[in-house]
């Protein structure tokens, strides 16, 4: 009766010992995060940036970034550009290819934000761009023609 109990006793504290270590390895294991906050980070960092801007701060953007943008702080900053006005947009972020970049302020360098590559919050994001694109007019076609722009 005694090696029976023991032969059982190991047999199941194998089993455990087993579920234990398969538990503790799909803690290191699991993919990078979907999201990370960031208070660092530049446009280069971003290929073929989308940009939806409640509030536009001041930088430099590249040529070939498509902008939809309600408040900014002058005109000229977008001459050149694919750059669309649509008063009714809500939130500043920054779409690329493969991930985007959800702002907790306006659009500026170094603003607090938060990366996400998840797949459905691309989808959204990617879906509500496209959406305020197809409703906005272009910046240079309806706006006055001084530099300063405010809401």
Excluded: C
Excluded at 15 to 31: D, K, Q, W
Excluded at 89 to 107: T, W, Y
Excluded at 120 to 137: G, H, I, P, V
């Amino acid at each position: 009766m005694d090696v029976v109990s023991f032969v059982l006793g190991l047999i199941v504290g194998v089993v455990i010992v087993g579920f234990a270590i398969e538990l503790g390895l799909r803690r290191f294991t699991r993919g990078a995060p979907a999201t990370l906050p960031t208070h660092k980070w530049t446009l280069d960092e971003i290929k073929n940036p989308r940009i939806i801007a409640e509030s536009m701060g001041t930088l430099t953007l590249p040529k070939d970034a498509k902008i939809v943008v309600n408040d900014y702080p002058n005109k000229a900053m977008f001459d050149g550009m694919n750059v669309k006005h649509h008063s009714g947009i809500k939130g500043n972020f920054i779409l690329g290819d493969n991930r985007a970049l959800i702002l907790s302020g306006p659009i500026q360098e170094n603003e607090l934000g938060i990366w996400t590559v998840e797949k459905d919050m691309m989808q959204k994001l990617n879906r509500y761009f496209e959406d305020s694109w197809a409703k906005a007019t272009p910046l240079f076609d309806d706006e006055p023609t001084n530099d300063e722009h405010t809401h």
